[in-house]
């Protein structure tokens, strides 16, 4: 576990423990962009991500009010919070496993951070990346999307595994397929 | 990058990766963090209420009530030892003394008579003899027995 992983899990109890209200800021900050993107690419729906996103936040204050977050050394605090987003969003969203009310890609707003401001130009190029990739990714069995998701958020396949509670080479097979896919659709068959 | 996937799997994709991540500027919305924020900050303040009871009830209360029960303890056993002891069993102990002490040189050697019989003065000098004589366990209880029997005795040689 690293540093950082194991920084958010001691954020995590003390806001659990002593109520710092301060840690569980931080903690947001580190994560609410990566867990927004996570369940935006696996619903490819606005409306459901931010529904998603936030009933996750509230789940995890409600536990940790609770008193029942426990620092495991299985599992880091990202993989917990999630593993309790795609939960929901198979529970409540997914129950027929199809993409259902997914929006436009150009309905997908794509907010950029203050500290990332961009010009116009580099902005709409960007937009309509996004655009391309929302695309490509919608073509994706709901398995393959998943993984590739996670992945991109930046968690590694064991901890892909963890969350999507398939087997670590499933997992492997899962993000090869995708990826192909991908590459061929986006016509980046040259990138590595 | 992380240790736990195989190596050549990260690097072969690592561009991908990058590529795929960049295109992505998606965020909540303010009102989203606002409902996420409000919501912990009121959790925290009941879960400061919580650790302060918490916190009262072991810093304060727990030695309070410490110190009561064993002030309460140590009454009793202050009390206890204070108060008078139950009288003993009326069963007195039933002693005698030999007939030729109680009456000097009359009887036989074997001949006993209860100490509730004999004259203060004679017993008295008889638990002396038994004293003298190192026989201290029965000294003992004669003494006791005539203490009780004559608790305003005074001894005259």
């Given at each position: ?9 001691s954020?995590m ?12 800021e ?5 994560h609410?962009a990566g867990?927004?993107r996570?369940i ?14 936030q009933?996750?936040?509230?789940r995890?204050?409600?536990v940790?009010?609770?008193?029942r977050?426990q ?10 919070l999630?593993?309790?987003?795609r ?6 969203y ?6 259902v009310g997914?929006d ?13 401001a ?18 490509a990714?919608?073509d994706?069995?709901s398995e ?13 396949l ?11 080479h ?6 090869r397929?995708?990826?192909?896919k991908?590459?061929?659709v986006?016509?980046?068959?040259s990138?590595? | ?6 190596k ?6 690592a561009e991908?990766r ?15 963090d ?9 959790a925290?303040?009941?879960i ?10 072991l810093?304060?209360?727990v030695?309070?009530l ?24 009326a069963?007195?102990e ?12 009359t009887?036989?050697p ?5 100490v509730?019989?004999?004259?203060p003065?004679?017993?008295y ?12 366990v029965?000294?003992e209880?004669?003494l ?5 029997l004559h608790?305003d005795?005074?001894?005259?040689p």
């Amino acid at each position: 576990m690293s540093k950082r992983e194991s920084d958010d899990q001691s954020l995590m109890l003390r806001f659990q423990e002593q109520g710092d209200v301060g840690a569980f800021e931080q903690l947001f900050a580190r994560h609410k962009a990566g867990l927004y993107r996570f369940i935006l690419k696996l619903s490819l729906n606005t409306a459901t991500a931010e529904d998603i996103s936030q009933h996750t936040w509230m789940r995890l204050v409600e536990v940790a009010e609770a008193g029942r977050y426990q620092a495991s050394a299985g599992a880091t605090f990202r993989t917990y919070l999630y593993t309790l987003a795609r939960n929901r969003y198979f529970d409540e969203y997914r129950r027929d496993r199809e993409v259902v009310g997914a929006d436009s890609p150009e309905a997908i707003q794509h907010d950029v951070p203050d500290e990332q401001a961009e010009t116009p130009e580099e902005l709409y190029a960007r937009q309509q990346d996004s655009d391309r990739l929302d695309r490509a990714l919608r073509d994706l069995p709901s398995e393959q999307r998943e993984v590739v998701v996670l992945w991109m958020q930046g968690l590694d396949l064991v901890d892909v595994a963890q969350i999507t509670g398939a087997s670590w080479h499933t997992v492997v097979s899962r993000k090869r397929y995708a990826l192909a896919k991908l590459k061929r659709v986006l016509g980046l068959e040259s990138v590595r | 990058m992380s240790e736990r996937e195989p190596k050549g799997e990260f690097d072969a994709d690592a561009e991908m990766r990058t590529l795929l991540g960049s295109a992505d500027g998606a965020a909540p919305s303010s009102r989203h963090d606002q409902a996420v924020l409000a919501s912990a900050r009121a959790a925290a303040s009941r879960i400061r209420a919580r650790s302060g009871l918490e916190l009262f009830r072991l810093r304060i209360a727990v030695p309070l009530l410490a110190s009561f029960a064993l002030g309460a303890f140590a009454a009793f056993l202050l009390n206890r030892s204070l108060l008078p002891t139950p009288a003993e069993p009326a069963v007195a102990e039933q002693l005698r003394i030999p007939l030729h002490v109680a009456s000097r040189d009359t009887g036989a050697p074997t001949d006993e008579i209860p100490v509730e019989q004999a004259d203060p003065q004679v017993w008295y000098r008889y638990i002396q003899e038994l004293i003298y004589a190192g026989d201290r366990v029965q000294a003992e209880r004669h003494l006791r027995r005539f203490n009780q029997l004559h608790p305003d005795f005074v001894y005259r040689p």
